[in-house]
Nanobody
Framework: QVQLVESGGGLVQPGGSLRLSCAAS????????MGWYRQAPGRQRELVAH???????TYVDSVKGRFTISKDNSKSTVFLQMNSLKPEDTAVYYC???????????WGQGTQVTVSS
């Protein structure tokens, strides 16, 4: 079991940037990867990006070239640098971790990102 705490969301104008952070605690020795999901109103939660302990990253097509995921293994923290933000990026952003070979059932409270002029 892990505890996840996200931070860094806010209101930003289109084209702006935000950096999200997520700190994991608890069974961190079992973490094989960390990732960011987002959920917009009326839509399903989607995986935005994830990064393995070895640094391999994947991104959903809609954020490629704009978002960068990174990880501090020593602190069990994952970051999401979001540049060139668009209104369609508006959502609650959640982090999660892969324990063993599956995503954890534990979620943090999320952090709201609103992109609007």
């Amino acid at each position: 079991q892990v505890q996840l705490v996200e931070s860094g969301g806010g209101l930003v104008q289109p084209g702006g940037s935000l950096r999200l952070s997520c700190a994991a605690s608890g069974s961190v020795s079992r973490i094989n990867a960390m990732g960011w999901y987002r959920q917009a109103p009326g839509r399903q939660r989607e995986l935005v990006a994830h990064i393995t302990n070895s640094g391999i990253t994947t991104y959903v097509d809609s954020v490629k070239g704009r978002f960068t995921i990174s990880k501090d293994n020593s602190k069990s923290t994952v970051f999401l640098q979001m540049n060139s933000l668009k209104p369609e990026d508006t959502a609650v952003y959640y982090c999660n971790v892969i324990l063993g070979w599956r995503w954890s059932d534990d979620w943090g409270q999320g952090t709201q990102v609103t992109v609007s002029s």
